[in-house]
């Protein structure tokens, strides 16, 4: 019998549980077709984040096949070290001014109808990266205007200002994850 499989290292404070192998009508092979990889190809040429590949998400060979991706912006480590999230936590880089054109271009080129923008949450950032949410929508809207956005922000700490700025910035969706009940989640 094999050995569980621990914790992810940044999360194996969080609980002395070793977590179980997933059953075998679970898992999901291995992505291989060639919309996958030109997808993945264009995220890494990009320099873009997504939550598909940080989350570890099942669907990735599915969605990316398809050429849907739903981008991560503000980098890819998070300043909270939530015990349900496989992102990773610390201390984030800086954060990369061109990420908002990227996405835009990304957008453009896979001819996205719809996009799902999200992000890390950045606490160490002034406003929580509302900023930067808002020049992703602005430059998406330049680069492919017929595109519907969708945000998924942080809760920005309640930072002053933060939420209206997104909001002004007229994405199509306004989604924030509500994670679950305080027992669960502080």
């Excluded at 621990?6 to 992505?31: F, G």
């Excluded at 990420?99 to 957008?107: G, L």
């Amino acid at each position: 019998m094999s050995e569980p499989h621990l914790r992810h290292p940044e999360k194996a404070h969080k609980s002395d549980t070793p977590l179980l192998r997933k059953p075998e009508w679970i898992r999901v092979k291995a992505p291989n077709s060639r919309e996958y990889h030109e997808t993945r190809a264009l995220m890494r040429e990009l320099k873009l984040n997504t939550v598909c590949e940080e989350a570890a998400c099942p669907n990735i060979g599915e969605c990316w096949q398809q050429k849907h991706a739903t981008v991560m912006i503000l980098g890819s480590v998070c300043t909270r070290a939530c015990t349900f999230c496989n992102v990773a936590t610390g201390r984030p880089d800086q954060l990369d001014p061109h990420e908002p054109e990227h996405v835009a271009q990304a957008v453009a080129r896979l001819g996205l109808s719809h996009i799902v923008v999200t992000s890390v949450d950045r606490d160490d950032l002034d406003d929580g990266g509302a900023h930067h949410f808002v020049r992703t929508i602005a430059a998406i809207r330049a680069l492919a205007p017929a595109t519907t956005i969708e945000v998924l922000t942080p809760d920005f700490l309640n930072k002053p200002g933060a939420i209206e700025a997104v909001v002004a910035a007229a994405p199509d969706i306004y989604n924030h994850n509500l994670e679950t009940v305080p027992r669960l989640y502080a």
